[in-house]
């Protein structure tokens, strides 16, 4: 009951301490006409100089070969148009079939975007189109239509070699841009079914040009964007701390709505409701409500299970906001009460949650945090039934790209989340919260949501004013 009083009191407050900056603002600038960010189909959640800044950044690495990184194609399922993180990440542009080639000699960056009829753009929205207000507001040095492309890779590569140069192409090797744990999962299945195995379409792209440029160069890019991703900037800093508020108060109501005889995805449902509500776009993944025997599947999505008293219960879930995304679990008994046997794991995995984002700073290492949880684990015993990683990257992907052995630096934000599991009990416990390393230390992006076994009991105990008492 009072858990339902303070929520919207809470976000009233919020909101209420944002209105006089906003009114104070309208008065003093003067009304612009809306000139250089405002073109329609182009909606960026940071300024123009952000992604120009990026593009330079990653033009100077690539020195005088040219780029080539291929937009998302669009949706066929009806599902809401998501760029592919790279393009994204260097255009703040949603076009679908889109292309951007950055050339590194001159510098330049040209965007080829497809033609759209009367039609398309009724149906679909605005899209970008070539033009002067297009140049203009995406800070790019040219958009032309993508029946252009071909003349301009055969000129920026074949040209330049009788011209005695060099023509070296840069493409993405991963272009789902997965992590290397991930995407050896994923060549291993394919590899399951030989006749699947269909080339990606930067392969295809490659084969393609080798026909006509035959001695053309090729490289991948992916380590030059990886490293860049991997150190958020300011502004990227803030969309995640949003997006850590928002899972962090998603997780929060899942566990005041969790009462025995309710199903996985009635909390699911919640805690979607909570993201969505404050301004998520999407789920940064299906959301993963896990109650008894399905904590120890460790991605599970079906989230259909009616969940018991003595069940443990967890939620991992995340808000994408901006396109960034945080990633939070807690574990919790279905009941409101830990049994004997579940508090001694539960306290074990909280002491490395504990120890671990403790120890979160500059000049440190995943493995470094990696032992630091493991002796924790050997210390209670639990040492056979740990995982044996601590974590992962986040950021524009959940499972971020970037070099997992690098040293952390300031602007790297990293996901600790230790586990004991055992199957044969059907005990599985999982915390996690999303961490930015700063100057000094550390900010928990997640680090609303309560943890400790008291809080977590109050939150229980306070119950979702989603629900019938
Ligand atoms: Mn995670």
């Not at 394919?190 to 040009?209: I, K, S, Y």
């Not at 002491?351 to 000049?363: D, L």
Request: glycine residues 8%; aromatic residues 8%.
């Amino acid at each position: 009951m009072l858990g339902a009083l303070s929520r919207p009191t809470k976000i009233l407050s919020t909101k209420a301490g944002f209105l006089p900056l906003a009114l104070l603002l309208s008065l003093v600038l003067p009304s612009v006409p809306s000139s250089a960010s405002a073109i329609e189909g182009y909606d960026p959640p940071f300024p123009m100089e952000e992604y120009k800044e990026r593009r330079d950044r990653f033009m100077e690495q690539i020195e005088d070969g040219t780029a080539i990184i291929l937009g998302a194609q669009p949706r066929a399922d009806y599902l809401r148009f998501r760029q592919n993180n790279n393009f994204y990440y260097l255009t703040g542009l949603e076009t679908p079939n889109s292309v951007l080639l950055l050339d590194g000699t001159s510098g330049r960056s040209t965007l080829y975007v497809p033609r759209f009829s009367e039609r398309d753009l009724r149906v679909e929205g605005p899209q970008v189109q070539p033009g002067e207000d297009a140049v203009e507001a995406t800070g790019l040095d040219s958009i032309r239509y993508l029946d252009d492309l071909t003349t301009s890779l055969i000129a920026s590569t074949a040209f330049r070699q009788m011209g005695g140069g060099t023509s070296k192409i840069y493409i993405s090797s991963f272009p789902e841009e997965i992590p290397a744990g991930d995407n050896a999962f994923m060549s291993f299945m394919a590899a399951q079914v030989p006749w699947d195995g269909a080339m990606t379409r930067e392969a295809t792209l490659v084969r393609w040009l080798r026909d006509r440029v035959p001695l053309v160069e090729v490289g991948s890019y992916d380590a030059i964007i990886h490293e860049m991703r991997r150190v958020k900037s300011a502004r990227e800093i803030e969309s995640m701390r949003r997006s850590g508020k928002l899972s962090a108060e998603a997780v929060m109501e899942a566990i005041r709505g969790t009462r025995p005889g309710r199903f996985e995805y009635e909390i699911s449902a919640l805690a979607e409701f909570v993201m969505k509500r404050g301004g998520a776009a999407r789920l940064a993944w299906d959301n993963i409500v896990a109650s008894g025997p399905n904590g120890n599947v460790w991605h599970y999505f079906k989230n259909d299970r009616k969940m018991e008293n003595g069940d443990l219960v967890l939620a991992d879930i995340g808000a994408e906001f901006d396109y960034y995304s945080t990633d939070i679990t807690r574990s919790w008994p279905v009941g409101g009460r830990f049994t004997e046997e579940q508090k001694k794991i539960y306290d074990c995995v909280l002491e490395a949650h504990e120890k671990t984002i403790a120890a979160v700073k500059p000049g440190v290492t995943s493995a470094d945090l990696n032992a630091i949880a493991q002796r924790v684990f050997e210390e209670h015993g639990f040492k056979e039934h740990a995982a044996h990683g601590i974590g992962h990257l986040i950021g524009l992907s959940p499972h971020d790209v970037g070099s997992r052995s690098a040293e952390f630096v300031p602007g790297v934000v990293f996901n600790v989340e230790p586990i004991i599991d055992i199957p044969e009990k059907g005990l599985h416990i999982r915390l996690e919260d999303s961490v930015l390393v700063t100057e000094d230390g550390h900010e928990v992006l997640t680090g609303d949501a309560p943890i400790d076994i008291e809080s977590i009991y109050a939150l229980y105990d306070e119950g979702s004013r989603h629900f019938e008492p």
